[in-house]
């Protein structure tokens, strides 16, 4: 195909935009001169239609629903794909064969101790700290134990730092929960695998044998991998911002954890349980009430777990999630009135017209709480769960970014809409 270009007409001048060309989806108009040719800049805020990157790792087809990781489709990764196996498609850029995936998960689990010095830093937070907060400062915390990984041009240290973050993540996940339930830490044991040992770390108890529930451990991969990237979403665009500034990758991570606490972003899967129980304590609550604020102009209420930026269909990983809530619930032997209300506030919000005419659909947030919460995690442990899944997207996206010729240092520029040139006055004459 020859090269594309397009025409920008302005102020009685033409510019030329260079297109730069997908696999599929989108097309690029390059805007990379058009400050220095026309001194005015593009304006979208939100970067709603702005790439900022070149990318191969996740494609997404909002209009149609569909999601792919490196070209797979991600109800087949659901279905046939364990979570490390996924981490390794998204770092890699393959699936894995048999001898690659025993030695990626030895290499796993034989980092998922923490450094003892650890506790003192658990200990310090108060006990009702959001588990969130301790999963973003324990992530840089444990970087100053390997300041020998923080050159973000070695691909080594990359390597390292990247296997220590996956594999220490669930370990201080699990410690921030026993830490907030006043209750011992549990350390990892190798015997299991890594979903296993997670639940292990977060429910086994020093005073009785814990057994991991297969359904559980089952469940738990399948969220895990629906999780696991989406392409340039507000916590991996900071990911990469951070790191384009060539912060360490600890640091980096650390940052996309406090962009994914967010009501807006991860921080809705626990606001959509907060919002379907409101309705059961309420007795004047109900789907059509709570449709009715979501609605109203004045109101500042949102539907959490409805609507997307990109998807302007049923989000496929919703799809995924609502079918399996149904067997997950039925396996662990629990009829969950939420259950009941989540579906009844779907089939309201998909026949009203404020919700069609906008293309509001559940997201992954809107099922992905009734599943974590029928599997007994805390409501305030739902979105370190979609951290601990969106982990190895993050640290790709990142890895993708560092080795891109073109990446510069994040700087967006801004219309100045302010005062200009104005006289000091001194405080005496104010
Ligand atoms: C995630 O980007 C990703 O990929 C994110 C994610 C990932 O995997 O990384 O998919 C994970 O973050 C999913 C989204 C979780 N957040 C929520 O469920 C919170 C509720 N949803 C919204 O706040 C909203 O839909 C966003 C934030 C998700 C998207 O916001 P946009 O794209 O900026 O859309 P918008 O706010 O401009 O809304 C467009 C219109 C507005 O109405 P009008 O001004 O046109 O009248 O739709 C309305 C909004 O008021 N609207 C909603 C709504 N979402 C949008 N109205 C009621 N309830 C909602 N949930």
Request: charged share 25%.
């Amino acid at each position: 195909m020859a090269d594309r270009h397009a025409q920008l007409s302005f102020d009685g001048n033409e510019y030329d935009l260079p297109i730069v060309e997908p696999t599929i989806g989108n097309a690029g108009l390059t805007i990379a001169k058009l400050r220095a040719d026309s001194g005015d800049v593009t304006y979208d805020p939100g970067f709603a239609n702005t790439a900022g990157a070149q990318s191969t790792i996740t494609y997404i087809d909002g209009a149609a629903g569909i999601l792919q990781h490196r070209g797979y489709a991600i109800e087949d990764l659901a279905a046939n794909a364990t979570f490390l196996e996924v981490a390794y498609l998204l770092l890699v850029g393959k699936l894995p064969n048999k001898a690659e995936f025993e030695a990626w998960s030895e290499d796993v689990r034989m980092h998922t101790l923490l450094n003892e010095e650890m506790k003192r830093f658990f200990d310090a937070f108060p006990k009702r700290a959001h588990p969130m907060a301790i999963l973003s400062s324990a992530t840089n915390a444990i970087s100053t134990f390997y300041e020998d990984y923080h050159d973000p041009s070695n691909a080594k240290a990359f390597d390292e730092s990247a296997v220590r973050l996956l594999a220490k993540m669930p370990t201080i996940a699990a410690w921030a929960y026993k830490k907030s339930i006043g209750m011992p830490y549990s350390y990892p044991n190798n015997d299991l695998d890594y979903v296993e040992n997670f639940l292990a770390m977060m429910f086994s108890l020093p005073t009785a044998r814990y057994e991991v529930d297969p359904v559980i451990a089952k469940a738990v991969n399948v969220l895990f991998v629906l999780h696991a990237d989406h392409e340039q979403n507000c916590s991996t665009a900071t990911v990469r911002g951070v790191g384009s500034s060539q912060a360490n990758l600890f640091a980096s991570v650390g940052a996309g954890i406090d962009a994914l606490w967010g009501p807006l972003h991860g921080g809705a899967n626990q606001r959509v349980i907060e919002m379907l129980q409101s309705i059961v304590d309420d007795p004047d609550a109900s789907a059509k009430s709570m449709i009715a604020r979501a609605k109203d102009p004045n109101d500042p209420f949102r539907l959490m777990g409805f609507g997307h930026r990109v998807y302007k269909n049923y989000d496929p990983r919703a799809r995924v999630l609502r079918s399996y809530a149904d067997d997950v619930l039925a396996a662990v032997g629990i009829k969950d009135p939420l259950f009941d209300i989540a579906k009844e506030l779907e089939q309201t919000a998909l026949e009203d017209d404020y919700f069609v005419e906008r293309k509001l659909f559940p997201n992954v947030d809107f099922y992905s709480g009734l599943i974590f919460r029928a599997l007994d995690f805390p409501t305030r442990m739902f979105t370190v769960l979609f951290a601990m899944g969106r982990l190895p997207g993050w640290m790709a996206q990142w890895k993708e970014m560092t080795e891109d010729p073109s990446t510069r240092i994040m700087r967006p520029r801004q219309i100045y809409i302010g005062d200009i040139d104005k006289e000091y006055v001194p405080i005496e004459e104010r």
